[in-house]
């Protein structure tokens, strides 16, 4: 398909992390984490998921340039040959 | 009003700004995913297929997120809260073995037939009737499980209260909540299979899949810190409910209220087999792989996160029941404790309540069970309270998790059920497309009119299944409605495909008569037992007459697949063998025995299934011997 999987889902985790860890930093010591045992869960997990997203999007990114550097041939490892270009 | 809806008013959920802005940013890929993708699909190869051009992992995870439904998100915590880590066979035994099986041996004959569907191979392998049952069959049970899942998220967003700010901000009566979350669900799902086809619910199924992880990962985390560890579960709960394998040997010995024989050969294989072995719903995905080793590697792949997954969804259940209890009033012995009832952090000093009617207030964080018409507990038939073990998960994410975090688990609360219904939708419109309207009512239409048939099938899939989620409404575990509506359908099926795989001399009036008898097996073992966990003769069992009692619904599930699959299996040989088989030029690339191996001499030891395989089987047998 068209449509490297990778981008859209680091683009989420991109804007969803990015959105937690910010407003993680605004609220960083306020007593909305007595639930989360004092951790600021936000700003934490929201930077795990930012860079989970990065990594996506950088994959994708390289992929995309590896295909572009060398047209597509299909490997050696398929019996069934597709006419598609492997977009991922 | 009794004190459990205290509990869950106490736990009210207060959603702000950026719960909701989490929320709408994943509603808007969801969406946008499907617009994106609605330009590639020209032939209705793309549609149903994905155009058979995607790679092993994205199909992988895609495998086992139709998979995560209502029914593993919330079920497994429900398990987990009342059964126990040994809920973790379900994994474990339960899918693993079957989903090395399925890679290693029959997806050859399903990506290699070139059957664009289950229900197509049966027509391939055996005969028409064959498979006009099992499409029919199969149609009924999505629209169900996919009702399932709609049910369960409408009746989770009435229960929590999520919409209850907007509506009362907008003036409109809070009843209405149950019927909105319905028909929210079914247009979000709607709207991005009929725009963008099987790629785009994968698709979805793939940020599902991540959405959930990233959701429940913190929730355990955090939770195993408040309870003190792995070793503070233990110490919590009696030895049953943290050993997946203790007290196996007598079925009154364990929370399954089964022997390990049923659950070996009951779940491990009939019911196990019978779901990832022959479920359309889960192999397609592996039949939209864009190889025949590609598709072999789709299932092996899943198997990796999925023998992990037990942390994340069945693992809240049992911090839910190890946090101590809201009020400090305790119910007595009412549960399952009688040898320590000081081990589950009740202070000695708890009073001991004389009767079940008094200071009921659940367990951790498993609030009671209420009828949501008069507002009374419910009770089994010894007049103990029923526990709503079905919030113990959701009831966690709002203990938990601050808002921010809390939008984030809710979204993939919601992404989980429309993973569930999304990929029921997507099976429904190929087995209505290609298996009955194809076959049976307009032959010959062209290629664009399929696809027009596909996009209108997703329509009435959706439609039959808002039917279905006002139709299911009776059971007390999403889990155990599930489990009995498989084992009727899928148990004796497992006979039929080991046999047609296998076996040469299997014939198409053995396949389906074999079916039959198997399915009137399963119907006619559930009337006639009951389990002991109900409150009485109903759906559950026993409307025939009560010939022997089960100590849990669990394990009446258990032999009534055991029985289906043996009347299956004996039918389907006695009739094989008294009518006329097929010539063997016929069965080419549909039974084992007669079909070329697949080649792998070019390939690199690590890069064969089998490897892969028995990697994936090392791993478990490890989970097991750590969780013994």
């Known amino acids: ?88 | 009003m009794s004190t459990a809806s205290a509990l869950a008013i106490g736990l009210r959920t207060n959603l702000t700004g950026i719960d909701w802005l989490i929320m709408l940013v994943y509603f808007a890929f969801v969406l946008g995913i499907g617009f994106l993708l609605k330009r590639h699909m020209r032939t209705s190869t793309d549609f149903f297929l994905a155009g058979r051009a995607l790679p092993a992992w994205v199909c992988g995870l895609a495998f086992i997120s139709a998979n995560l439904g209502a029914q593993e998100v919330i079920g497994m915590g429900a398990s987990g809260a009342k059964y126990g880590i040994a809920t973790s066979q379900f994994y474990w035994i339960g899918a693993i073995p079957a989903m090395v099986f399925v890679g290693l041996f029959m997806m050859p004959f399903y990506y290699g037939s070139k059957a664009r569907s289950v229900p197509e191979y049966l027509k391939l392998r055996y005969d028409e009737k064959t498979r006009a049952w099992n499409a029919g069959s199969f149609a009924i049970m999505t629209v169900f499980s996919s009702g399932i899942s709609m049910y369960a998220m409408a009746k989770l967003i009435q229960v929590l209260h999520i919409f209850d700010g907007m509506f009362l901000h907008l003036g409109l009566p809070v009843g209405w909540i149950f019927h909105f979350s319905i028909f929210l669900s079914a247009v979000i799902v709607l709207g991005y299979i009929s725009l963008g086809g099987l790629t785009s619910a994968i698709y979805n199924e793939v940020l599902q899949f991540f959405l959930i992880v990233a959701g429940f990962m913190p929730l355990v985390w955090i939770g195993l810190k408040n309870v003190g560890g792995w070793h503070g579960i233990q110490r919590a709960l009696v030895p049953a409910y943290t050993h997946s394998w203790r007290g196996m040997a007598h079925a009154g010995t364990n929370p399954l209220g089964t022997q390990w024989y049923a659950l070996v050969f009951g779940l491990g294989f009939v019911l196990s087999f019978g779901y990832w072995c022959t479920d359309f719903l889960v192999i397609q995905s592996a039949m939209a792989a864009e190889s025949h080793l590609a598709a072999r590697r789709v299932p092996l792949i899943a198997a990796i996160p999925k023998m992990f997954f037990p942390f994340l969804v069945i693992l809240p259940g049992l911090i839910a029941i190890s946090v101590p209890t809201v009020s400090q009033r305790m119910m007595g012995q009412a549960q399952t404790a009688p040898t320590s009832p000081a081990a589950r952090g009740v202070p000695s000093s708890a009073p001991m309540a004389s009767g079940a009617s008094s200071a009921l207030v659940g367990r951790g964080l498993v609030p009671v069970k209420i009828d949501p018409v008069n507002g009374r507990v419910l009770t089994d038939n010894k007049g103990k309270p029923l526990l709503d073990y079905d919030l113990a998960t959701p009831n966690m994410l709002l203990h938990f998790f601050p808002t921010g975090m809390l939008g984030l688990g809710l979204t993939a609360l919601l992404a989980s059920f429309m993973s569930g219904m999304a990929g029921n939708v997507t099976a429904f419109n190929t087995v209505w497309t290609y298996d009955i309207y194809q076959s049976y009512i307009h032959k010959h239409g062209s290629d664009a009119h399929y696809l027009w048939m596909g996009r209108m099938a997703t329509i009435g899939g959706v439609a039959l299944s808002i039917g279905a989620a006002y139709f299911v409404t009776s059971f007390n575990n999403i889990m155990d409605a599930l489990q009995l509506v498989f084992s009727f359908v899928n148990a004796p099926l497992l006979a039929t495909f080991l046999l047609g795989m296998f076996w040469k001399r299997t014939t198409g009036h053995g396949a389906f008569w074999g079916l039959l008898s198997g399915t009137c097996a399963a119907a006619l073992h559930t009337g006639l037992t009951l389990p002991a966990d109900v409150s009485g003769v109903g759906i559950h069992g026993g409307w025939i007459a009560v010939l022997h009692v089960y100590p849990s619904t669990m394990a009446q599930t258990f032999w009534t697949a055991i029985w289906a699959f043996c009347v299956c299996l004996a039918m389907t040989v006695g009739l094989s063998l008294m009518t006329k088989p097929r010539e063997e030029k016929d069965l080419v690339g549909l039974v084992y025995s007669l079909t070329p191996k697949p080649a792998e001499g070019h390939l690199l030891w690590y890069q064969r299934p089998a490897s892969l395989a028995i990697l994936v089987l090392a791993m478990v047998v490890v989970l097991n011997l750590v969780f013994l």
Do not use: C
């Not at chain 1, 993680?24 to 951790?39: D, E, N, P, V, W």
């Not at chain 1, 999007?57 to 598609?84: F, H, I, K, W």
């Open chain 1, 1 to 88: 398909m068209g449509l490297d999987i990778r981008l859209p889902l680091g683009l989420l985790f991109l804007v969803t992390g990015g959105m937690m860890a910010v407003y993680g930093l605004l609220t960083h010591g306020s007593a909305i984490y007595r639930k989360s045992l004092g951790i600021d869960i936000n700003l934490v997990w929201g930077l795990v998921l930012l860079l989970f997203g990065v990594t996506m999007l950088l994959l994708a990114y390289l992929d995309r340039r590896r295909l572009a550097a060398a047209p597509p041939v299909n490997p050696s490892s398929d019996e069934v040959p597709s006419s598609r270009p492997r977009g991922h």
